[in-house]
């Protein structure tokens, strides 16, 4: 099947008589026949569903179709971008480890980094998000686990060269994980340039309308665990009689370890009906991205000719210092957010927001409706200035979440506003 049809199509196909649209199985259980059926499912030796917390089928539906469209061997979805991230992480990584990281991404997936998974033992090493090999390679230690980045980031837009990721982690023997929120498997698919495991949060894009939260990993099936650095993965676990995950799942050994034991002892699970609603999202998204894409660089053009705008930064822009990165990985368009700094600082900013009336201000970005943020003062607010450079944020940006209404009402919105200031 193409993209589009996948988009619509897969994960769930009916039989006859049963639902068309993928049913919300709202419920806990499952039942069965008898205790031994329901033992081979706790001993990992039948498939099957006995409890949502580990596996449900509205959301098995939809983890089948997003492993699609990024073409991986399995999904297992979240209750929201930052479990997916921390139960990807706390997979393969325990206290005494190590991983490298782009000083570039998400503000919460920063704060998880610096602080919570630091204190709970896993050290990180930021990197520029434009570093260079050399600076890579330099960060690696003995006991890295993991590579992480975002394929363009929240919200400082850099666009990470993959390749060169891949190719570092892959010479240290350790995987690159890439957050591929907000470009999309329509846009990018990170498997493709040697990527091993992709994060989202589902929030974003995929659900598309705002409405709910979630999260889900894919493994790409590529990476072998097999070298002596991953135990967890390769050496018998005590708490189901001793399976070797890489043995027993072989392709499937990361993403299925991430449920059987990182959900089942953590229980970050998505809700069935939010599930629904994300498969819903799904459906439209090979629709809304490229008017997402489309809008977004009309606007950055605008914004770019006016001369009340310090800087624009989009790298669909020839102007922008990723434009070529871009170009190269994600040909089609990077996303629908664009960020811009007014000048007359911080003031000015707040100010130009105020005056906005059909972008609302609100903390979220990349759904249908135009919205926009100012980073300094909310979900960066607890950097430090030098944190904030690090993370490519200045006192005057704005993040501005480019809907797909008509593009003329949203440059006339964003004129009337700019006027103002
Ligand atoms: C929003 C976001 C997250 C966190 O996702 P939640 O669903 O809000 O937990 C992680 N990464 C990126 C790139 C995001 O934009």
Not at 362 to 371: L, P, S
Request: glycine letters at 8%.
């Amino acid at each position: 099947m193409k993209f589009e049809t996948k988009c619509i199509q897969s994960g769930y196909t009916p039989k006859n008589g049963e639902s068309r649209v993928v049913p919300i199985v709202q419920s806990t259980t499952y039942k069965y026949e008898t205790s031994d059926e329901m033992g081979k499912l706790f001993d990992l030796e039948a498939e099957g569903f006995f409890y949502t917390r580990l596996a449900n089928p509205t959301l098995d539906a939809v983890e089948k179709k997003i492993a699609d469209l990024e073409g991986g061997v399995g999904a297992m979805l979240t209750s929201s971008g930052q479990a997916a991230t921390t139960a990807a992480v706390v997979n393969i990584c325990k206290a005494g480890d190590h991983v490298i990281c782009s000083s570039a991404v998400y503000g919460g997936t920063f704060n998880l980094f610096s602080k919570t998974l630091k204190d709970l033992g896993i050290d990180c090493t930021f990197v520029p998000a434009m570093v260079t090999e050399e600076e890579l390679n330099n960060a690696f230690r003995e006991n890295t686990k993991l590579v992480f980045t975002e394929a363009v980031t929240n919200p400082s837009l850099d666009v990470a060269d993959i390749e060169m990721f891949a190719k570092c982690a892959h010479a240290h023997n350790v995987p690159l994980f890439v957050d591929n929120t907000f470009p999309t498997p329509v846009n990018f698919r990170p498997f493709e340039w040697g990527a091993d495991i992709v994060v989202h949060s589902t929030s974003k894009y995929m659900d598309g309308h705002a409405v709910a939260l979630g999260g889900v990993i894919v493994d790409s099936g590529n990476f072998d665990w097999n070298n002596g650095k991953y135990p967890m993965l390769s050496q018998p676990d005590e708490t189901y009689h001793g399976v070797v995950y890489t043995e027993r799942f072989g392709k499937a050994a990361f993403i299925t370890k991430a449920r059987t034991h990182i959900m089942r002892d953590m229980g970050q699970q998505q809700s069935p009906m939010n599930a629904f609603l994300l498969n819903i999202g799904l459906e439209t998204l090979f629709l809304r991205v490229p008017r997402h894409c489309e809008n977004a660089l009309a606007v950055a053009k605008f914004l770019e000719a006016n001369d009340k705008i310090e800087w624009v930064n989009f790298p669909g822009l020839e102007s922008s210092k990723y434009y070529d990165l871009a170009q190269k990985y994600m040909p089609n368009g990077t996303c629908g957010v664009v960020s811009f700094g007014v000048k007359g600082g911080r003031q000015a900013a707040e100010k130009l927001m105020a005056e906005l009336k059909l972008a609302a201000i609100v903390t979220h970005v990349a759904d249908a409706r135009t919205c926009c943020l100012h980073p300094a003062s909310a979900t960066h607010r607890q950097m430090t200035d030098e944190q904030l450079v690090a993370a490519g944020i200045s006192p005057n940006m704005i993040r501005f979440s480019v809907g797909i209404e008509n593009v003329e009402d949203i440059i006339a919105d964003l004129k009337q506003a700019i006027d103002k200031v």
